[in-house]
């Protein structure tokens, strides 16, 4: 499982039983972003050894519903 950035976006990407797996995250690349997608690839990696995995991958696709958001805000005080 590894995490990259791809054109300024972060992905994931990864083998599983001699198949090719990326999800696009949509989440530009900045190290809020990289420790999201981290979380993501471990609750992946938690379903695969739990015998868990969709194999859809909708299970791990982001809700991009409108209205629906997800944000993070780094405050400095």
Do not use: C
């Not at 990259?4 to 083998?15: I, K």
């Not at 997608?37 to 991958?57: P, R, Y």
Request: hydrophobic letters at 35%; proline letters at 3%; charged letters at 25%.
């Amino acid at each position: 499982m590894s995490v990259e950035s791809y054109r300024g976006f972060l992905r994931l990407r990864w083998r599983l039983q001699g198949e090719r797996y990326t999800i696009s995250l949509g989440l530009p690349d900045n190290v809020i972003n990289q420790q999201i997608a981290a979380q993501k690839a471990h609750t992946i990696k938690m379903d695969i050894l739990s015998g868990n995995f969709d194999s859809t991958l909708k299970k791990y696709r982001a809700d991009n519903r409108p209205g629906k958001t997800i944000s993070a805000y780094a405050v400095a005080y």
